[in-house]
C-alpha cells in the first residue's frame, strides 16, 4: 500500500475520531501477513456495519498470526483498536438509548464490553471507551468498582478534548454520592462546557440537592436560555419553584412544558408533584391513575401511587401497590431496590420496625457478599435500626465493617450516631472530629458535633465557641432554613450566654417546624422555653433498644413451640 492510499485510510479513521500515528506498512520479506493486513486495511476504508467491522478485526488477527513486526505490528493493533471501538460505540449507544426496550440487553451489553476492553488493550488513551465502559458497568448488576475506575481514566486521558473530559466529569457526578462533591465536580465540567445546557441542568439540579435553591435556580435559567425548549430542564425548575413554595411561578413553567410536550407522561408528573406540595391528594392520585391506565405493567407509576398513598396515610393501599410494583421490577435490580426501600420505609413510617429490619435482613442473606447493592442494603438496614434506636447493633455492624474498610465515611458516621444516642459523648465527638477533617462542608456531621459540644451534661466536654463556628457554618451550607439545625444554632448561643441570639434562631427554627410539619416541632418548643428561661440546653440520650426483629422472632418461636405442645397434648 502506498503513503497516498494510507493517507486516505487515515483521514477515514480521522473522521471516526481516532488518532494515528503517520505509520506506513513496511515491506519486509519476513512479514508474511502484510498481504492480509492489506485487505483489512482496504476494508475497513469501505466498512459501514458490524459484520463488516468483524471481518476488519478476523483478518488483522490473521494477519498478526501469519507474522507482523515493527511498524507493520504497531499499526495493525491501531486498527484492531479503533475498529474494536468503533463497533463498541455503536452497541453502547443502542443499549443505553434504548435500555428497557431490549430483552437480551445482558448479552448484548457483554458484547460491547467485550469490544471496548479490546479496544483499550490496543489503544490504552483512548478516554471514549473508558467513558462507555464506565457507563453499560452503571446500568443495572454492572461493576460500579470498574466504572469509577473507567470514569477516572476517561478524565485522565482527556485533558485534550474538553468535551468528553466534561461528559467523563458529568458521569463521575452522577456516581458522586457526597451531594458537595458533586457540585465542586459539576463546577468544572460547567467550567469546560460553558454553553452546555446538559452540564448547567446537572448542576442545577445538584445545588439543588445541597440545598442552594436560590444559586439552582438562576443555573437553570442560565440552561434555559441556551435551550428554551428542554424538557428535563423545565421539569427541574419546576421542582425546584414548587419546593420554594413558588407555585404560581412553577405553573407558569408548566404552561411551557405542557406546549412543548402535550399530554405527556413528563409533563403529567410535574403537575403531580405540584399538587403533592399542595397536598391535592385526589387531583394527583387522577393523574396517577390515568397513566396506570396507559402502562399497566410499569413498576415506576404503582410506585409512584404508592408514594401518593402514603402521602395520605392510606398505608394498606400503598403496600399493595409496592408489592404489585415488586413483582413487575423482578428483571430491574435498580428498580427492585427502590421499591424494596420504599416497603420498608412505609413500617417504619407506622414504627413497625420489626417488619422492616426483618424485610431487609432477608434481602441481605440473598446478596453476593461483595456486591456493591449488598453495601446499599447494608447501610439502609443501619438507618433502621438508629431510626429504632437499637444504637448496640449499630456499632457492632459498623465496627465489623470498618475493620475490612477503614475509610468508608458512611459507616464512620452511622458510628458517631449510634455512639451519641447511647450517650458515648466523648467517643462520638471523637468521630465526628475525623469526619469534619475529611468532609469539612458536610452539614449533618457538623450539626451533630456542634450539638453534643453545646449540650453534653459533661463539663469537660463543652466547648461553646467551637459549637457555634460549627453551627453557623453547617447553617450556611443549608441556607438556615432547617430547623434542627437552626436548633442547633440556638443551642451554640445558649452555651455561650447570648439568650437573644438563641431565642432569635430556635424562635426561627419552630415557625420552619411547623410549616415543614416537621416531627420534632415540640422538642424545639421546649428548647425555646429553655432559653426564655436564661437556662442553656443539655441532653444525654442514653438510648438502646433491642432487635425488634430478634424480640419478633422470639416471640414467633415461643408460639409456635406452645403451639407444639398444646397438639401433642391433645
Request: hydrophobic letters at 40%; glycine letters at 4%.
Amino acid at each position: 500500500m502506498n503513503r497516498t492510499r494510507l493517507s486516505s485510510l487515515l483521514l477515514c479513521f480521522a473522521v471516526f475520531g481516532f488518532a494515528f500515528h503517520a505509520i506506513s506498512p513496511m515491506c519486509r520479506a519476513d512479514d508474511a501477513g502484510l498481504e492480509t493486513l492489506n485487505q483489512a486495511m482496504e476494508l475497513k476504508f469501505s466498512s459501514q456495519s458490524i459484520p463488516d467491522f468483524d471481518k476488519v478485526i478476523r483478518l488483522c488477527e490473521k494477519a498478526e498470526e501469519e507474522g507482523l513486526s515493527g511498524e507493520n505490528l504497531e499499526f495493525c493493533h491501531q486498527i484492531l483498536g479503533a475498529t474494536h471501538l468503533l463497533k463498541g460505540k455503536i452497541v453502547a449507544e443502542l443499549i443505553i438509548e434504548q435500555f428497557g426496550t431490549i430483552r437480551e440487553w445482558r448479552q448484548i451489553r457483554k458484547l460491547a464490553l467485550d469490544d471496548l476492553n479490546a479496544a483499550v488493550k490496543y489503544l490504552p488513551d483512548q478516554s471514549a471507551a473508558y467513558l462507555f465502559i464506565a457507563r453499560l458497568n452503571l446500568l443495572p448488576e454492572g461493576d460500579r468498582d470498574i466504572a469509577k475506575e473507567s470514569v477516572e481514566k476517561a478524565v485522565q486521558y482527556a485533558e485534550d478534548d474538553p468535551v468528553t473530559q466534561a461528559d467523563a466529569m458529568l458521569l463521575k457526578a452522577n456516581m458522586e454520592e457526597d451531594r458537595e462533591k458533586r457540585v465542586v465536580l459539576l463546577r468544572e465540567a460547567v467550567k469546560l462546557i460553558p454553553d452546555s445546557p446538559e452540564a448547567l441542568t446537572a448542576m442545577g439540579g445538584a445545588l439543588f440537592d445541597a440545598e442552594q435553591a436560590d444559586e439552582a435556580i438562576e443555573t437553570l435559567k442560565k440552561a434555559l436560555e441556551l435551550e428554551p425548549d428542554s424538557p428535563v430542564t423545565l421539569g427541574m425548575m419546576i421542582r425546584i419553584l414548587s419546593s420554594q413554595k413558588k407555585y404560581d411561578e412553577a405553573l407558569k413553567v408548566l404552561e411551557t412544558l405542557d406546549k412543548i410536550t402535550p399530554n405527556s407522561p413528563f409533563a403529567m408528573l410535574q403537575r403531580m408533584d405540584i399538587y403533592l406540595e399542595l397536598k391535592n391528594f385526589d387531583e394527583a392520585l387522577k393523574i396517577i391513575n390515568t397513566l396506570r391506565d396507559r402502562a399497566p405493567g410499569d413498576p415506576l407509576i404503582l410506585l409512584q401511587r404508592a408514594a401518593v398513598y402514603a402521602e395520605k396515610k392510606d398505608y394498606n393501599a400503598a403496600m399493595k401497590d409496592a408489592d404489585s410494583a415488586l413483582r413487575l421490577a423482578e428483571e430491574n435490580s435498580e428498580m427492585e431496590q427502590k421499591v424494596i426501600f420504599f416497603k420498608a420505609s412505609l413500617w417504619a413510617q407506622q414504627e413497625d420496625y420489626a417488619k422492616a429490619i426483618d424485610f431487609i435482613k432477608k434481602i441481605l442473606d440473598k446478596k453476593k457478599d461483595k456486591d456493591h447493592v449488598k453495601e446499599k442494603y447494608q447501610e439502609f438496614l443501619i438507618q433502621l435500626y438508629l431510626k429504632a434506636q437499637v444504637n448496640t447493633k449499630v456499632l457492632e455492624i459498623t465496627d465489623k465493617f470498618l475493620a475490612q474498610n477503614p475509610e468508608s465515611l458512611e459507616m464512620l458516621r452511622f458510628r458517631g450516631d449510634a455512639l451519641l444516642g447511647l450517650g458515648r459523648h466523648k467517643e462520638a465527638i471523637a468521630e465526628y472530629e475525623k469526619l469534619v477533617k475529611i468532609t469539612p462542608e458536610d452539614e449533618g456531621v457538623l450539626n451533630n458535633l456542634s450539638w453534643v459540644l453545646a449540650t453534653t451534661p459533661e463539663d469537660s466536654l463543652r466547648d461553646g465557641k467551637r459549637a457555634l463556628e460549627l453551627a453557623q457554618k453547617s447553617c450556611e451550607l443549608t441556607d438556615y432554613k432547617m430547623p434542627h439545625i437552626l436548633s442547633t444554632l440556638a443551642a451554640a448561643y445558649a452555651e455561650t450566654g447570648d439568650f437573644d441570639e438563641a431565642l432569635k434562631w430556635i424562635s426561627k427554627g419552630c415557625e420552619l417546624a411547623v410549616e415543614a410539619e416537621y416531627d420534632q416541632a415540640e422538642h424545639l418548643e421546649q428548647e425555646k422555653a429553655s432559653y426564655e428561661a436564661k437556662k442553656p440546653w443539655r441532653e444525654k440520650l442514653e438510648e438502646d433498644q433491642p432487635d425488634p426483629s430478634e424480640t419478633q422472632e422470639t416471640k414467633k418461636t415461643d408460639s409456635d413451640s406452645a403451639e407444639e405442645k398444646s397438639t401433642e397434648s391433645k
